[in-house]
């Protein structure tokens, strides 16, 4: 599978944005989808991850509460809506699949098989 993000930009804190991962090669909706994100000399941060239904979703404690992971299986996409930005927000996002990652592992990038290229997401104070 061939993942595609997108959506990510300059804006000021405070701002939302919404990031999108288009899939193709195979169905997004055999896989378990996840957005993590990587600032400047950190390590890859889970964000978001989602079930191939969307009936379980997870957030990283970073983000939890000011943003939404969703799938529209039938455009074959993920979305990661984010509210309230903040600087320590700003990193590459990437997305991410699986399709037999569990629970205990979502927050672990090694244990996910197959990545995007990331999207820029900058948040000016």
């Known amino acids: 599978v061939q993942l595609q993000a997108s959506g990510g930009g300059l804006v000021q804190a405070g701002d939302s944005l919404r990031l999108s991962c288009a899939t193709s090669?195979?169905?997004?909706?055999?896989?378990?989808m996840g957005w993590f994100r990587q600032a400047p000399g950190k390590e890859r941060e889970f964000v978001a991850a989602i079930r191939r239904n969307g009936g379980s979703r997870h957030y990283g404690d970073s983000v939890k509460g000011r943003s939404t992971i969703s799938r529209d299986n039938a455009k074959n996409t993920v979305y990661l809506q984010m509210d309230s930005l903040k600087p320590e927000d700003t990193a590459v996002y990437y997305c991410?699949?699986?399709?037999?990652?569990?629970?205990?592992?979502?927050?672990?990038?090694?244990?996910?098989?197959?990545w995007g290229q990331g999207t820029q997401v900058t948040v000016s104070s």
């Open positions: 991410a699949a699986d399709s037999g990652i569990i629970l205990s592992s979502l927050p672990n990038p090694r244990l996910w098989a197959f």
């Open positions: 090669g195979r169905t997004s909706s055999t896989y378990t």
